[in-house]
């Protein structure tokens, strides 16, 4: 398309740009159309730099070309990584799935989108544990709001696991979540679909639906538990020593997740499916006794 090709000759975006740091750079476009909304703003392309780096950069720029109005966002690779398990920036990675690589040093880029698009075991297993903590998060907190009465908070936050839930379902037949998940999920599993048409249009009151989902997402993906948490498991069985919860929390395998693996720590205790040994002495000294986690062989 025209403007990629203007892009492609601006100095800041040519293969010069590896002396920065950068890894390549990706454009993103919609031919005849116009973005809507406060995140893109009306922008006719996303331009998405790479930096091969750990460190957080998320910079951000408004730049215009001639007539071309453009976005450019800088993150590093960690970032891009970090977005493909979490999913929490649909502008990165849509840009990332069906942008149009300008340059790139190594493959890296190239190598990362066809790590996407096979997902594979590694990438599928972090994915699931991601939702299935997510899921874990929203489902608690929707108890506690319904119990507490507030059954418009639960609401929300029973909506939220339920789009956790259908991910987990995509994710287990091999299909990376990446949008249009509901469209999915309807032809997949028709009683997740009908479960989420009972929240969202039912004639029964709001609480009543709220309790329905909660019960069936008590049943059906509790059952799950030990499938979507395989990651953290392996980890907790990779030593004979049992593992303490900041060593837990700072392993490279679980960062994704390193918020919400207390909670799911304690659902697997709960569940006896991880035991726990208090037998250590704290580090913060006294009488108290450090918890560590471990599985049987």
Known sequence: MEGI???KNLAFLSEQSEETGAVGAIAYSHPGER???????????????????????????????????????????????????????NNIMQC????EIIWEADNALSDLREEL???????????LLHEFASFLKMYVEAKRYIQEGHVVDAYYNVLEALGNWARIVLIEQGIYPDHAVWTHVQSLDRALWKLYQELTVSSETLEQRVELVLLACEFSVMSKMSD???????????????????????HPQLRFVREDLPLILRKLVFRSIVKESAGWPSFIGGDGREIRYWIEA
């Open 5 to 7: 090709v203007e892009l």
């Open 35 to 89: 973005f809507h909304g406060s995140l893109i703003q009306d922008f006719e392309l996303l331009v998405l730099v790479v930096h091969n780096t750990d460190q957080l950069i998320s910079k951000v720029g408004h730049y215009k070309y001639g007539d071309l109005r453009y976005q450019m966002i800088y993150v590093s690779r960690h970032e891009l990584q970090s977005s493909v398990i979490t999913g929490d920036n």
């Open 96 to 99: 990332l799935i069906e942008g």
């Open 117 to 127: 698009s096979a997902f594979g075991t590694e990438l599928r297993e972090q994915k």
């Open 228 to 250: 979507c948490s395989g990651l953290l498991l392996r980890v907790l069985g990779s030593r004979r020593e049992p593992w303490s919860m900041d060593e837990l929390v700072h």
